[in-house]
Nanobody, 124 residues
Framework: QVQLAESGGGSVQAGGSLTLSCVVP??????????MGWFRQAPEKEREWVAC??????RTYVSDSVKGRFTISLGKANLSLQMSSLEPEDTAMYYC?????????????????WGRGTQVTVNN
């Protein structure tokens, strides 16, 4: 089992930017993790897939709701979500997630491993 760990949440004014980070597990091969990404859940709303990428390549997937404003990237040991032009509607708990397949996240809004979440609040 693995517990993912997010960081970087906080409060920001509308139009501002935040970057979230998640540590990539060292044992992704053993855990059969090929894809990592981000989800969010606002109060009283369903969990929403935001973005994901393949760990072994350059392909990324971004939800239409954040395309052009959010960028997902992979560093040496961290997965990042750069968020800009933030809107109050982006207010949510953001979760780092990992899965064997990116299609699991994109098509089913599911993942095998999850972080505890980091709160992002965008104020008017």
């Amino acid at each position: 089992q693995v517990q993912l760990a997010e960081s970087g949440g906080g409060s920001v004014q509308a139009g501002g930017s935040l970057t979230l980070s998640c540590v990539v597990p060292k044992n992704t091969d053993t855990l059969k993790i090929n894809c990592m990404g981000w989800f969010r859940q606002a109060p009283e709303k369903e969990r929403e897939w935001v973005a994901c990428l393949f760990l072994g390549g350059t392909r990324t997937y971004v939800s239409d709701s954040v395309k052009g404003r959010f960028t997902i990237s992979l560093g040496k040991a961290n997965l990042s979500l750069q968020m800009s032009s933030l809107e109050p509607e982006d207010t949510a708990m953001y979760y780092c997630a990992a899965a064997r397949l990116c299609s699991t996240m994109v098509n089913n809004a599911e993942a095998e491993y999850w972080g505890r979440g980091t709160q992002v609040t965008v104020n008017n």
